[in-house]
């Protein structure tokens, strides 16, 4: 009798404990009503679509750099000079040739004492070259005033280096006076000499070299 009282108290008692609210029932969680969301995919950045390349255009044919040379050569004197090509005569003053490419000009007077000059390689075209040969007049001139120039320089400088150390004042002074107008005369008789030798002027032209019994000449526009 005494047991089952107790058991009745005991349940009693259990049941108020149990509809009590706040308390997580035992079971499982329920399942929710939704579907839960896919995971986020990564996102890449696309690259920019590139611009089509323009159709190349064929190339042009290039040109050759160099062509031949129509040249007509004269003496602006009375000498006459022979054409070499890589040093071998050609022609002989006034004459025409048809030059290639890459041949070194050089031209030889015909005289005692000949001359030599170099032309060297003509550009493509028409070209006119005038051998001017040695001026004697000028050329004895300007040997004469060079060699006396030269003498009232070393003159001078002996008169102002003796003038000078032994204070020598109207020594001194002639010294320099000589000296300047020697150094003077020096440059113009060297430049005189300098214009008198013989030298060639390449240019430009459409001519040809003509000869009507004891004349002759050129042909052409220039």
Same mark, same amino acid.
């Given at each position: 009798?005494? @047991? ?86 050609? +022609? ?39 051998? @001017? ?15 006396? =120039? ?10 102002? =280096?003796?003038? +000078? ?6 020594? +001194? @002074? ?49």
């Amino acid at each position: 009798m005494r @047991k089952s009282i107790c058991w009745i108290v005991l349940g009693l008692l259990a049941a108020p404990a149990a509809a009590q609210p706040g308390q997580a029932p035992s079971g499982p969680a329920p399942t929710p009503p939704y579907p839960e969301p896919a995971p986020a995919q990564p996102q890449y950045s696309q690259p920019a679509p590139e611009a089509p390349m323009p159709p190349q255009q064929p190339m042009p044919p290039q040109q050759p750099m160099n062509g031949p040379t129509r040249a007509t050569f004269v003496s602006t004197g009375e000498v006459r000079w022979d054409v070499r090509l890589d040093n071998n005569a050609v +022609c002989t003053t006034p004459c025409s040739l048809l030059i290639d490419p890459l041949h070194f000009v050089t031209l030889a007077s015909q005289d005692r004492s000949p001359s030599r000059l170099s032309v060297g390689y003509l550009p493509p075209g028409d070209v006119l070259v005038q051998a @001017k040969p040695r001026s004697e007049g000028a050329f004895a001139a300007g040997v004469t005033f060079t060699t006396f =120039s030269g003498m009232g320089v070393i003159t001078g400088i002996t008169l102002t =280096s003796v003038g +000078c150390a032994t204070d020598r004042s109207g020594m +001194c @002074k002639a010294g320099l006076i000589t000296g300047g107008a020697s150094a003077v005369a020096l440059y113009l008789s060297i430049d005189l000499l300098r214009s008198s030798l013989p030298r060639v002027d390449v240019g430009p032209a459409q001519a040809r070299p003509y000869a009507a019994g004891n004349t002759v000449g050129l042909a052409g526009t220039f």
